[in-house]
């Protein structure tokens, strides 16, 4: 086909009247405009009172500030904040700015500040606090277990485990008898 054929099966825009291609009604700036200026409403900004057109309810320096002051804001003055908790891979991270192991987005593993606060001391730097019951958001004291991360993977891991499994067997029976001699 020749090249010739695509310039002369152009027609006007069914908008704005510029000539474009065969296979498009539109021209590429009336294209991405959803409707034609003429015929949205005329409206008011609900801010400064600018006639603007009936796609939105603000003219956009009046939305540049409603923007800024209610998605703009930072920490608890934020609508999202969430009291300096969320989630990172299934894990609960904590807001701490002054934690002197936070990362660069101010965040530290909620169970290792809870470890940190029951114990009275910092973690030592290599050790890891893992979840005994293996629930990532489980971060109680008595699920937690500092060790090193070297000693991690391996059957260390496995004696604390069993350490604390007894442990908890024995307060299990301990609550038991009592329960026992109270009836």
């Known amino acids: 086909m020749p090249t010739d054929w695509r310039n002369s099966h152009k027609h006007p825009c069914a908008d704005c009247g510029k000539a474009c291609g065969p296979d498009a009604r539109r021209c590429k700036s009336c294209a991405g405009k959803l ?13 400064c009172g600018v006639q603007i057109d009936g796609r939105s309810e603000r003219c956009r320096p009046c939305f540049r ?7 703009g804001a930072c920490g608890e003055k934020s609508a999202q904040w969430k009291g300096g908790r ?9 807001r701490l700015a002054s934690h002197p192991k936070c990362n660069s987005s101010h965040l530290i593993a909620e169970h ?3 470890w940190e ?3 009275g001391r910092q973690i030592p730097d290599g050790w890891v606090v893992h979840h005994i019951n293996g629930v990532k958001t489980d971060n109680r004291f008595a699920n937690l277990y500092a060790m090193p991360g070297k000693n991690h993977s391996s059957g260390m891991l496995m004696k604390a485990l069993r350490k604390r499994l007894r442990a908890v067997e024995a307060e299990l029976k301990t609550a038991q008898s009592q329960a026992a001699l109270s009836l």
Do not use: S
Not at 35 to 47: A, K, S, Y
Not at 65 to 71: D, G, M, N, S, V
Not at 86 to 94: A, N, P, R
């Open 35 to 47: 409707v034609h200026p003429r015929t949205r409403p005329v409206v008011c900004c609900v801010e």
């Open 65 to 71: 500030r409603y923007l800024k002051a209610t998605h």
């Open 86 to 94: 969320c989630m990172v891979g299934g894990y609960v991270y904590l």
């Open 112 to 114: 290792r500040v809870v």
């Open 117 to 119: 606060k029951e114990t």
